[in-house]
């Protein structure tokens, strides 16, 4: 159930900030998941508040008004409190949504960063000797302006237990499904996920996108082919010249375009489909890890062990006691 101080008489609450000036997709995105009701799943949803600093209509990009029901008196109140963004990175954040923010966390909520929203979270002091992510355009400046705080720009998200922060719009998704998945587990999360057209899993490790002039010429299909492969052989030993093939390049142009792609490495790539590919099975057989391990292509149980806490920060085995309701063999 929700890190919340819910009682088990009413639904988890969660409070977003709206703002002026805001951009809707972030916004939208979490009314999407949480606040659309989900009677078909069979568990106790939430409740969501939109709240805002005024009660007055606020401008949204794109040349409409968002009118919000709450105050920061109910966001101060949450189980758990969404910031999309903050109205200007450089400007500070104003003394009374400090205040809310700061009352919520210390009365236990679940403080959530999409975005730039990462800069509220830092100025109430909340990320303080804390890891923390934003997208990765802003990443040196919220450094530059909370040195105490451990950004790396690298990341999706970073899941610090009761506070959570993202990189930019569409890695809040993948940080919404998550915390549904730490809610609710797996079978909900992917539910949410095929409703969204969107991958039921990103692990917050993986690499942000970074900025690059990514052409829709033949080698990035070739690229894409050599995906599609590998993930057809995730079983088999796959190095970077077996893709290079795959695409029809030399290693060396491989290189280039899949990073210039992906923002990462081939083989790191790799090791994130496998430990992807081993979430179903650890969640819905009883096959052992060692067994698990081989079957998406990791060469000892102690390499995947090894691949699978950097990716998930926890063990396959407390994955598995997590979110492994009704294994079964096979």
């Known amino acids: 159930m929700p890190h919340s101080v819910a009682s088990p008489t009413r639904l988890p609450s969660v409070a977003v900030l709206a703002f002026d ?155 919404l499904v998550h915390l549904v998945r730490r809610d609710h587990g797996p079978r909900v999360a992917n539910a949410i996920a095929r409703r969204l057209v969107i991958a039921p899993h990103r692990e917050g490790g993986q690499a942000q996108f970074i900025e690059a002039a990514v052409r829709p010429v033949a080698d990035d299909d070739a690229v894409a082919r050599a995906m599609d492969w590998a993930l057809d052989h995730l079983a088999e030993p796959i190095s970077v010249a077996g893709l290079a093939r795959a695409a029809h390049m030399s290693e060396r142009s491989f290189l280039r375009h899949f990073r210039r792609r992906t923002g990462t490495s081939p083989l790191r790539w790799v090791i994130a489909q496998r430990v992807a590919a081993s979430l179903p099975l650890l969640e819905s057989t009883t096959v052992p890890v060692e067994e698990v391990a081989l079957a998406v292509g990791f060469d000892s149980a102690v390499t995947f062990r090894h691949h699978f806490t950097r990716a998930m920060r926890t063990s396959p085995s407390a994955y598995r006691r997590t979110f492994g309701g009704g294994a079964v063999a096979g």
């Open 21 to 175: 000036g805001m951009a809707p997709f972030e916004l939208g995105c979490v009314v999407e998941i949480f606040g659309l009701p989900r009677p078909e799943l069979g568990v106790p949803w939430y409740d969501l508040r939109v709240c805002a600093e005024t009660r007055e209509p606020m401008r949204a990009v794109g040349g409409f008004t968002v009118q919000a029901s709450h105050g920061l008196d109910v966001l101060a109140t949450a189980d758990t409190v969404i910031v999309p963004g903050v109205p200007d990175v450089r400007a500070d954040v104003s003394g009374e949504l400090v205040a809310a923010l700061r009352l919520a966390h210390e009365r236990g909520a679940r403080m959530v960063s999409v975005c730039s929203g990462a800069f509220a979270l830092a100025a109430a002091g909340l990320l303080d000797g804390r890891e923390a992510t934003t997208h990765w355009k802003y990443t040196d400046l919220l450094q530059r302006r909370h040195p105490e705080v451990r950004v790396n720009p690298s990341v999706l998200y970073v899941d610090s237990g009761d506070v959570l922060t993202s990189a930019g719009s569409a890695a809040g998704l993948d940080l």
